[in-house]
Nanobody
Framework: QVQLVESGGGLVQPGGSLRLSCAAP????????MGWYRQAPGKQRESVAT????????DYADSVKGRFTISRDNAKNTVYLQMSSLKPEDTAVYYC?????????????WGQGTQVTVSS
């Protein structure tokens, strides 16, 4: 069970910016979608942003639209999340996800999680 490798989390002040990176090992192939999910204390994990490998279609949670931008480098199996105008409500553990299909079966691969804390 190979994990995705995340980096970029940290402590920032409200209004600040942060860029998260996530790299999938080469052994994880035929990735259909990569994305970012987050989980705040006492809350369920939610989708933040996703991006399709083919075509690059993106989807954002309403709460982050206009502030976050997801991008990817397919050749490197890497996805990024540029976070701007950060709010305290963005505080959470952010998990990278890669979804792929093998013989019609969906496999979800997850990163270890990176803490993002937005506080004065």
């Amino acid at each position: 069970q190979v994990q995705l490798v995340e980096s970029g989390g940290g402590l920032v002040q409200p209004g600040g910016s942060l860029r998260l990176s996530c790299a999938a090992p080469g052994s994880i192939f035929s990735i259909d979608t990569m994305g970012w999910y987050r989980q705040a204390p006492g809350k369920q994990r939610e989708s933040v942003a996703t991006i399709k490998t083919s075509g690059g279609r993106t989807d954002y949670a309403d709460s982050v639209k206009g502030r976050f931008t997801i991008s990817r480098d397919n050749a490197k199996n890497t996805v990024y999340l540029q976070m701007s105008s950060l709010k305290p409500e963005d505080t959470a553990v952010y998990y990278c996800n890669a979804a792929r299909y093998v013989m019609g079966v969906r496999y979800n691969h997850w990163g270890q999680g990176t803490q993002v804390t937005v506080s004065s």
